[in-house]
């Protein structure tokens, strides 16, 4: 089944690749440009580069998903020579309120993403969008984390909740990260090779081949937008990156049905793969709290400003990020598959490397920019 991941991740990229720089284009051609942003809101110098680029991210995921739907119906049960084909198709078709559920989500978040890049939206109708489409698309497709409340507290309403907060972290959190040229592509694409991994060690295949394809589609983004971008990715693609990632940490399933053992430590392999993410979120929301900011109005604050700031440059910041996320994704993979104990190890060092980081930021003085 590996090879089917690897040529739904090649497809991605193939397409993802001419769907960037035909949005690209396009962007130039209509003067669709990086502007200043909301009132209030400190961003980089403007330059003239459009913010399309998510575009071709989402055009990739919704083709390649959708066309995988419909030959999934179409593919012969009888077809004896491609049997793992014939295994995935039958798990698309078992899946298909799940698969047009998240497609329809991932298309109105698309959708409120490129309208806030073309017009800056006040926070609040975006957050409201990052809330309500989650909360539909985890009721529909039933994917919710923590179902075992349910009879505790008179049905399923707190799960949903709880997981449709989950995809607004995660949604603001790669939102927040997408403010170099190549760090959220970069950081999307590390992410989506965790989650495969952990699938393939998972056997989970229907979730890995969604992974593959938002490999694929980080990948063709990338050498539009990195070293020197080209186009930006702008909302419509970060909320798009941050609402698959989300949809695709709940849907995976960590524990190990063979194991007569608590599985509940697993639970955890989210936060650990997420971890540089989730560290820029809490630290840039703690730091504009604590300046009587809103949360919700960028400024130059982040984990890539801070490190940029103190001597890494641009680039050398987003290769740290990279980098730091590789590591603490390695880690994630590993505590899939891992025995409590092992577990415990692995998320004590992801919270002592985030410690480590959070103090020497802390004790090293910022250069002047």
């Given at each position: 089944?590996?090879?089917?991941?690897?040529?739904?991740?090649?497809?991605?990229?193939?397409?993802?690749?001419?769907?960037?720089?035909?949005?690209?284009?396009?962007?130039?051609?209509?003067?669709?440009?990086?502007?200043?942003?909301?009132d209030g809101q400190v961003k980089a110098e403007v330059r003239r580069v459009p913010n399309?680029?998510?575009?071709?991210?989402?055009?990739?995921?919704?083709?390649?998903?959708?066309?995988?739907?419909?030959?999934?119906?179409?593919?012969?049960?009888?077809?004896?020579?491609?049997?793992?084909?014939?295994?995935?198709?039958?798990?698309?078709?078992?899946?298909?309120?799940?698969?047009?559920?998240?497609?329809?989500?991932?298309?109105?978040?698309?959708?409120?993403?490129?309208?806030?890049?073309r017009k800056p939206l006040p926070w609040q109708p975006k957050l409201f969008v990052m809330?309500?489409?989650?909360?539909?698309?985890?009721?529909?497709?039933?994917?919710?984390?923590?179902?075992?409340?349910?009879?505790?507290?008179?049905?399923?309403?707190?799960?949903?909740?709880?997981?449709?907060?989950?995809?607004?972290?995660?949604?603001?959190?790669?939102?927040?990260?997408?403010?170099?040229?190549?760090?959220?592509?970069?950081?999307?694409?590390?992410?989506?090779?965790g989650l495969v991994a952990i699938s393939i060690v998972n056997g989970q295949w229907i979730?890995?081949?969604?992974?593959?394809?938002?490999?694929?589609?980080?990948?063709?983004?990338?050498?539009?937008?990195?070293?020197?971008?080209?186009?930006?990715?702008?909302?419509?693609?970060?909320?798009?990156?941050?609402?698959?990632?989300?949809?695709?940490?709940?849907?995976?399933?960590?524990?190990?049905?063979?194991?007569?053992?608590?599985?509940?430590?697993?639970?955890?392999?989210?936060?650990?793969?997420?971890?540089?993410?989730?560290?820029?979120?809490?630290?840039?929301?703690?730091?504009?709290?604590?300046?009587?900011?809103?949360?919700?109005?960028?400024?130059?604050?982040?984990?890539?400003?801070?490190?940029?700031?103190?001597?890494?440059?641009?680039?050398?910041?987003?290769?740290?990020?990279?980098?730091?996320?590789?590591?603490?994704?390695?880690?994630?993979?590993?505590?899939?598959?891992?025995?409590?104990?092992?577990?415990?190890?692995?998320?004590?060092?992801?919270?002592?490397?985030?410690?480590?980081?959070?103090?020497?930021?802390?004790?090293?003085?910022?250069?002047?920019?």
């Open positions: 089944m590996v090879p089917v991941l690897v040529g739904c991740a090649v497809v991605a990229f193939v397409l993802s690749l001419g769907a960037t720089g035909f949005a690209r284009k396009v962007g130039d051609r209509l003067a669709a440009h990086d502007g200043k942003g909301v399309t680029g998510g575009i071709g991210i989402a055009t990739t995921l919704l083709c390649v998903l959708g066309v995988t739907a419909i030959a999934a119906w179409l593919w012969p049960d009888s077809a004896a020579d491609a049997s793992q084909l014939t295994d995935l198709a039958a798990g698309v078709r078992e899946n298909t309120t799940l698969l047009v559920s998240f497609l329809a989500g991932l298309f109105v978040v698309h959708v409120v993403g490129v309208i806030d890049d809330l309500l489409v989650p909360m539909v698309v985890v009721w529909v497709s039933q994917t919710r984390v923590l179902t075992l409340f349910d009879d505790h507290v008179g049905g399923s309403w707190l799960s949903v909740l709880i997981t449709a907060f989950w995809f607004a972290v995660v949604m603001n959190a790669m939102n927040f990260l997408d403010n170099m040229d190549g760090l959220a592509g970069g950081l999307g694409a590390i992410v989506s090779a979730i890995g081949a969604g992974s593959a394809v938002l490999l694929g589609a980080c990948a063709g983004f990338l050498p539009h937008n990195f070293p020197r971008a080209r186009v930006f990715m702008g909302d419509g693609g970060s909320l798009v990156l941050g609402f698959t990632i989300a949809f695709l940490t709940v849907r995976l399933n960590y524990a190990d049905s063979e194991s007569g053992s608590p599985q509940w430590h697993l639970l955890f392999v989210p936060f650990v793969l997420l971890a540089i993410p989730l560290y820029d979120f809490v630290s840039v929301v703690l730091l504009r709290f604590s300046q009587g900011k809103s949360p919700f109005v960028g400024d130059l604050q982040h984990f890539s400003h801070r490190m940029a700031r103190r001597g890494l440059g641009n680039r050398g910041a987003v290769l740290l990020v990279w980098m730091l996320a590789g590591m603490t994704g390695t880690g994630a993979v590993v505590m899939s598959r891992s025995e409590p104990w092992q577990a415990a190890l692995i998320a004590g060092q992801t919270l002592a490397v985030i410690g480590l980081i959070a103090y020497l930021e802390r004790g090293i003085p910022e250069r002047s920019s």
